[in-house]
């Protein structure tokens, strides 16, 4: 599996030793409050979505950790082809890691998978991520009510497309 080096990042394939990290993300409140699922109560769920990570990257999904400054942060990637996700701790939000995670990400998949796009589903009230996505030259393609329950509740959907053709001309200037 391919790792990726940016001007301030890693991105690699996890392992089992990123538990600790991974769990410091999946179960921080501020972090998973726009994710699919709640925060994770113990570290036994953690285990079990990193196992699944693990070996979906080993049956060759594009989905990686994230490291920054030797510590791992986060993930960015395609968990299934074409849907891209990523998230981080929140304690290094703010500084365009994402956007240089994801930017690193979408060269990667663009130049290893013949796909024509790449799509992203966002929480209509999370800002910071619908900016990133517009940034890096995503548009909007569509809307859902209700289509994801989360911690009792029912969350809607913002969907986002990247072609390929556009993704070149998103990075000039």
């Known amino acids: 599996m391919t790792t990726i080096r940016t001007g301030r990042l890693i991105l690699r394939p996890a392992r089992s030793d990123d538990l600790d990290a991974i769990h410091a993300v999946l179960s921080h409140p501020e972090a998973m409050r726009w994710w699919s699922t709640p925060p994770h109560e113990d570290i036994e769920q ?3 979505w990193l196992e699944a990570m693990i070996a979906n990257t080993a049956a060759g999904a594009a ?27 929140p304690d290094v939000w703010g500084r365009g890691l994402a956007t240089e995670a994801l930017s ?6 663009f130049a290893t ?13 999370n800002a910071a991520s619908i900016r990133l996505l517009e940034r890096l ?18 969350m809607d959907s913002l969907y ?7 993704w070149p001309a998103s990075q000039e200037g």
């Open 63 to 89: 989905d990686f950790v994230v490291e920054y400054e030797g510590r791992v942060i986060g993930k960015a990637g395609c968990w299934k082809a074409p849907d891209v996700g990523y998230i981080l701790h």
């Open 137 to 154: 030259g995503f548009v909007r393609t569509g809307e859902a009510k209700a289509t994801w329950h989360v911690g009792g509740q029912w």
């Open 113 to 125: 998978e013949d796909l024509k796009a790449l799509n992203a589903d966002v929480d209509p009230y």
């Open 160 to 166: 986002y497309g990247l072609e390929r053709s556009r």
């Open 46 to 48: 953690s285990r079990t």
């Open 104 to 109: 690193a990400v979408i060269d990667h998949v």
